[in-house]
């Protein structure tokens, strides 16, 4: 929906909104080859390791993405995690916390957040990344 | 046709089950003006309906003493798991604590289903945060005054002050738990079993079978966690059983991590049983593994419990506990018409614990229909497990709709909201640390506007929900506010404010 009109300035004081804490996680680290996957032949999601660190790598419609290996909440695996919102968010079966792919932020759980990792897609093979 | 109306209903034919009252056997209820006419058979009045349930179940309806109806564990649509799913009456068991009642009250009182206050001793109820629920900090103040003059103007509303049995803090909270319940008349109620994520040096749970006296009531009766009722060899504790002896209610509270079946099968075999079985039912394990209390009624019956000592666990037996037995839980006639209509199938099921150590069984409960103070529900279980009952998800991208429906009044107030939260820094960093302070200084804050401003309560909290959220969710609005990003939170509240109004 969109709403019409001019925003009236609000009662009080003028309200001053920074914009800092919005701004997108910017990506990090080099990308690295993950050892084992291919794009088509692995079946997905599937586990990978990344700086000494494993990970599950998920295929979404908007392509790669990898997640830490076990939710923040209970330590359940994410590999018995589902894909919902149209693949950008992960959900941990165990008690359905779920997770922003963006940017890895707990969506019905404050305070929880996941590590998100950036993968590509190149000469048939999987390259991933520290996304947040 | 709603029996509510005044109107006469004859249920004909279903067994009729009312353990308080020594039925147990195939006969007719009659409903009149939205209460219990008659159980027996007789001639049908002229003009009622007749409703022929021959081959179904039929008992007072049932209640759930354990259910996260309001707040950061509560549902868009608590009936969905209240009428919808058999259950006539249930309590809220910790979401609203003495500083959010005001807001429990005013938006829990459209419900159909009859929901009543487990109040918390914390200010702000239930936070929703395993990691923290054991932190004695968290407690606040716990104001006596204030406790003593709610009871006194809403004395009907509340049934049980609850508290946690858990973390590495000593007994101090029960005691003092314990002391409020006291000088409120009410009966204490205390979760067991730590988070498993915990592992405290001294176990709390111990400590609350030590404390409770008769009438008070211990939840998660088969959890797995640490603080078991259990011992290593599978047998009883004897401070559990001295518990039970006094005159302890021991409830079954499933919950998405408190019902062991390993623990389950061992204490039953012991003879160690629940006298009311509820569910927990909250956003985060209605999908699985609770479900709905059915599910965990079926749980009991695969344990090996007969179908009458499970319905009266859920109608006569928490009705005495809450001391409802003036309205709920039974078929005596002139009670309000709360009835459950269920049919027990043969077959191969599945029923999960909170370990996801799976039992087949042979036999399932299956709710079929409610009636409410007379008015007819249909049954339908799936209504509790839609998304959009239990996903509480902020509207980041876009404003909900109901943010057309505010009225000017409401905008106005939202504008000087912003305003006077923008003078405030505030953050939820992490779920270890939550500034329960913070929240009760966001939320005085919108008090004191709304009041200044004249504007009622159920409507400030509208005008805010209707920013951020898509469903009827409720949520104490200190907790909401600080789970929201600031400039985000401040940003909405102000395209809100200045939105002209559209037609509804």
């Known amino acids: ?132 | 046709m709603s029996a509510g109306t005044g109107s006469t209903v004859v249920l004909k034919g279903a067994h009729v089950i009312d353990p308080g009252q020594g039925i147990d056997t195939v006969t007719d209820v009659e409903i009149g003006s939205g209460r219990i006419a008659r159980v027996g058979s007789g001639s049908v009045p002229a003009g009622a309906e007749v409703i022929d349930l021959a081959g179904a179940y039929l008992s007072p309806g049932w209640i759930d003493i354990h259910v996260h109806a309001y707040g950061t564990l509560g549902f868009a649509e608590p009936d969905a798991v209240g009428v919808y799913q058999g259950v006539t009456t249930f309590v809220d068991a910790g979401g609203p604590g003495i500083g959010v009642l005001d807001q429990f009250m005013e938006l829990m009182s459209d419900l159909k289903t009859s929901l009543y206050a487990g109040a918390f001793i914390r200010p702000m109820g239930l936070l929703g945060l395993n990691f923290i629920e054991g932190n004695v900090r968290t407690l606040g103040d716990v104001p006596v005054t204030r406790w003593i003059d709610f009871a006194a103007q809403h004395r009907d509303m509340l049934r049980y002050i609850k508290c946690n049995a858990i973390g590495d803090y000593g007994p101090g909270t029960l005691k003092l738990t314990k002391g409020l319940a006291q000088i409120l008349e009410l009966p204490l109620y205390m979760h067991i079993g730590e988070f498993q994520m915990q592992n405290p040096k001294h176990l709390l749970a111990p400590e609350a079978f030590r404390i409770a006296e008769a009438g008070d009531m211990i939840t998660h009766l088969y959890h797995g966690n640490l603080g078991r009722v259990i011992d290593g060899d599978g047998k009883v504790l004897p401070v559990v059983r001295d518990a039970e002896r006094r005159g302890v209610i021991l409830d079954l509270g499933f919950g998405g991590y408190n019902f062991s079946w390993d623990v389950a099968e061992k204490a039953f075999a012991e003879g160690l049983v629940p006298h009311t079985i509820s569910s927990d039912l909250q956003q985060f394990n209605v999908v699985r593994p609770v479900k709905s209390l059915a599910n965990v009624m079926n749980a009991m019956i695969r344990l090996g419990m007969n179908l009458s000592d499970v319905i009266a666990r859920v109608t006569t037996n928490p009705a005495r506990a809450l001391s409802l037995t003036d309205r709920a839980g039974s078929l005596k006639i002139g009670q309000p018409a709360d009835i459950t209509v269920f049919r027990v199938e043969s077959g191969e099921f599945e029923i999960g614990d909170c370990h996801s150590q799976v039992r087949k069984a042979d036999k399932q409960i299956v709710p079929l229909r409610t009636f409410k103070r007379g008015e007819p529900f249909a049954v339908d279980m799936a209504r509790g497990q839609d998304e959009s009952n239990w996903f509480l998800q902020i509207a980041e991208d876009h404003i909900p709709a109901a943010a057309q429906r505010l009225s000017g009044r409401q905008r106005e107030y939202l504008g000087s909201l912003a305003a006077s939260l923008s003078k405030v820094d505030w953050e939820l960093s992490s779920a270890e640390r939550l500034d329960i302070d913070k929240a009760l200084e966001l939320q005085d804050i919108f008090h004191k506007l709304r009041v200044k401003q004249g504007l009622p309560l159920k409507d400030a909290l509208r005008a805010v929900y209707a920013c951020f959220l898509d469903q009827a969710f409720t949520m104490q609005i200190g907790l909401l506010l600080l789970r929201l990003e600031r400039p985000f939170a401040l940003r909405r509240l102000c395209d809100v404010a200045g939105a002209k109004i559209m037609a509804a």
Request: a neutral charge.
């Open chain 1, 1 to 132: 929906m969109t709403m019409s009109g001019t925003p009236d300035p609000p009662a009080g004081d003028a309200i001053a909104v920074s914009d800092a804490a919005a701004s997108p996680q910017t990506p990090s680290g080099s990308w690295q080859l993950l050892m084992g996957l291919h794009p088509e032949a692995t079946k997905y999601p599937a586990r990978a390791n990344i700086e000494g660190e494993s990970i599950v790598i998920f295929r979404t419609r908007a392509g790669f993405r990898g997640v830490q290996r076990s939710c923040p909440h209970m330590q359940a695996t994410m590999m018995n995690a589902e894909l919902v919102a149209n693949d950008t968010m992960i959900r941990c079966p165990l008690h359905v916390f779920t997770f922003r792919l963006s940017d890895g932020k707990g969506v019905n759980c404050p305070g929880f957040r996941v590590r998100i990792y950036e993968v590509k897609e190149e000469s048939g093979a999987l390259y991933g990344r520290t996304a947040n």
